[in-house]
Nanobody, 124 residues
Framework: QVQLVESGGGLVQAGDSLRLSCAAS????????MGWFRQAPGKEQEFVAA????????YYADSVKARFTISRDNTKNTVDLQMNILKPEDTAVYYC?????????????????WGQGTQVTVSS
């Protein structure tokens, strides 16, 4: 079992950058592919980005491609999401998720553990 704690959310203006971090504990981090998802008020949860266990492959939603970058540090048990050129439509609660022995994917059903989420609000 792995525990996930997100941090780094906040209120920013359109065009700004923000870096989210997710700290994992309780299990062998390198055994988990990691993903970031988000949920805006009144909308379904959606995939943002994912990274495989070794950190050599990354995947992005079209809406964030070229603006967001996912990375992981298997020595520190962390996965980060660097978000640049933020837009008001990026406003959401952002969740970190772990997929046991996964390869990195965009399906919420594949992820076994979830963090509590961190709020990101982008004002226009």
């Amino acid at each position: 079992q792995v525990q996930l704690v997100e941090s780094g959310g906040g209120l920013v203006q359109a065009g700004d950058s923000l870096r989210l971090s997710c700290a994992a504990s309780g299990s062998t981090f390198v055994n988990y592919a990691m993903g970031w998802f988000r949920q805006a008020p009144g909308k379904e949860q959606e995939f943002v980005a994912a990274i495989n266990r070794s950190g050599t492959r990354t995947y992005y939603a079209d809406s964030v491609k070229a603006r967001f970058t996912i990375s992981r540090d298997n020595t520190k048990n962390t996965v980060d999401l660097q978000m640049n050129i933020l837009k008001p439509e990026d406003t959401a609660v952002y969740y970190c998720a772990a997929d046991w022995m996964g390869g990195g994917n965009d399906r919420t059903s594949e992820y076994d553990y979830w963090g509590q989420g961190t709020q990101v609000t982008v004002s226009s």
